[in-house]
T-cell receptor
Framework: AQTVTQSQPEMSVQEAETVTLSCTYDTSESNYYLFWYKQPPSRQMILVIRQEAYKQQNATENRFSVNFQKAAKSFSLKISDSQLGDTAMYFCAFSVVGFQKLVFGTGTRLLVSP | GAVVSQHPSWVICKSGTSVKIECRSLDFQATTMFWYRQFPKQSLMLMATSNEGSKATYEQGVEKDKFLINHASLTLSTLTVTSAHPEDSSFYIC????????????FGPGTRLLVL
């Protein structure tokens, strides 16, 4: 079975600080994609960052970066210089190439305070 | 980035009526669209996968006669909740997969359904 585990139900951070959200996954496949999605109070799911499993280089998108450890099946998200607008639910997910479906974790609720 | 719209954003209906929700990919062709249901403070639950021009594939436990899905074109999929009951009240989200080869799903803004 393919699973995604987010062990931190809630996290909080102060504005301008850095926070890391954890994610581990389990799959026997070797070719897949990993994603972090953000769901703010509006409930719109927004793609934050994407990583191809065959790439060793960690993906970055402005203040967002990942630490992808393929052997450990770990895919953490680092948010630098946190902003109030980063307050949201963050979901880690992966998709096996050609399989189409996204497997989601249970989410981490992040609160950024002034 | 790719934009997916969903309409309506809010719907209130009486028990026994049917409700149709539309999902459109606005700036790309989506060979595959997905329908999810989300309960408060929970993750997304996949209901069905919809491929253009073919029948939808439903997840285990999802009644296909209850949740009718049509994917008539590369930019439009619809979900019809038939004979809605209060327990169908939920937040429904669609997503579209870019047909150019990427595995990324782009999500619509969701539809809040309240059945009285």
């Amino acid at each position: 079975a393919q699973t995604v585990t987010q062990s931190q139900p809630e996290m909080s951070v102060q504005e301008a600080e850095t926070v890391t959200l954890s994610c581990t996954y389990d799959t026997s496949e070797s070719n897949y994609y990993l994603f972090w999605y953000k769901q703010p109070p509006s409930r719109q799911m927004i793609l934050v960052i994407r990583q191809e499993a065959y790439k060793q280089q960690n993906a970055t998108e402005n203040r967002f970066s990942v630490n992808f450890q393929k052997a450990a099946k770990s895919f953490s998200l680092k948010i630098s210089d946190s902003q109030l607008g980063d307050t949201a639910m963050y979901f880690c997910a992966f998709s096996v190439v050609g399989f189409q479906k996204l497997v989601f974790g249970t989410g981490t609720r992040l609160l950024v305070s002034p | 980035g790719a934009v997916v719209s969903q309409h309506p954003s809010w719907v209130i209906c009486k028990s026994g009526t049917s409700v149709k929700i539309e999902c459109r990919s606005l700036d790309f062709q989506a060979t595959t669209m997905f329908w999810y249901r989300q309960f408060p403070k929970q993750s997304l639950m996949l209901m069905a996968t919809s491929n253009e021009g073919s029948k939808a594939t439903y997840e285990q436990g999802v009644e296909k006669d209850k949740f009718l899905i049509n994917h008539a074109s590369l930019t439009l999929s619809t979900l019809t909740v038939t004979s809605a009951h209060p327990e169908d009240s939920s937040f429904y989200i669609c997503s579209a997969r870019d047909g150019s080869g990427g595995e990324t799903q782009y999500f619509g803004p969701g539809t809040r359904l309240l059945v009285l």
